[in-house]
């Protein structure tokens, strides 16, 4: 399979190098969705939850598992679904690699953070609207989410904003970051206990704060 695949934008007719994601079996093993090459790029218009779910087979255990339909944001701000083959096998066994310097990793942060909610616990994950460019929101059994995808460190502001919207749905919220936080944003989660979780490409939701922390033994305890 090719590290990057060629998508043109229906909308703008913008070309853009897509790297396929990799999903974090439970087994260990990273899976792979092959796109479709030549299959038509669908713009997402109106997000219909289960049409935003694929199955993917790990070929290395043989465990399918449902994960977030791999999608590209063109600069134009349209959000382009990417068609995979049916059932596509796992890339090979291991972990995944870690992505050269200067190129974008072939991992999907949203699929590790729903990863990682199920593995603290939380059942039912859903996927929200977008907030803002790259923030995603997600909302499970007894908790609210929020994982940034973009690769810079989220500020203050974001953890204030996602534990206003966790209090005002009655629940507590926990944050996903792709590029980790900064100074501020750590020290005021620790003031409001809020939840911190830095993702890499290995699969692992690194806790920063000290709620994340306690979730991460309490889950290890629970397991």
Do not use: N
């Amino acid at each position: 399979m090719p590290d990057r695949v060629p998508v043109r934008c229906p909308v703008c007719r913008r070309d853009h190098q897509y790297a396929p994601t990799a999903y974090p079996c439970r087994c260990g093993a990273p899976v792979v969705a092959p796109p479709a090459l030549g299959a038509p790029v669908r713009p997402l218009v109106h997000r219909v939850w289960e049409d935003s779910w694929i199955t993917v087979r790990c070929g290395a255990c043989g465990r399918q598992d449902r994960w977030p339909q791999p999608e590209l944001d063109c600069g134009c701000g349209a959000v382009l679904a990417l068609p995979v083959l049916s059932m596509p096998q796992a890339a090979g066994r291991g972990e995944p690699k870690v992505p050269r310097h200067g190129t974008a990793p072939a991992w999907d942060p949203v699929a590790l953070a729903v990863h990682w909610l199920e593995r603290l616990g939380h059942r039912e994950v859903r996927r929200m609207e977008r907030r803002g460019a790259s923030a995603v929101g997600l909302r499970a059994d007894g908790v609210l989410a929020e994982v940034e995808t973009a690769v810079r460190p989220v500020g203050a502001r974001a953890v204030e904003c996602l534990w206003l919207s966790g209090l005002a749905a009655g629940l507590p919220a926990v944050h996903f970051a792709r590029g980790g936080y900064t100074a501020g944003a750590r020290h005021r989660a620790d003031g409001i206990g809020l939840a911190l979780f830095a993702l890499d490409p290995r699969g692992t939701a690194l806790p920063v704060s000290g709620a994340a922390g306690e979730l991460a033994r309490r889950a290890g305890s629970d397991g």
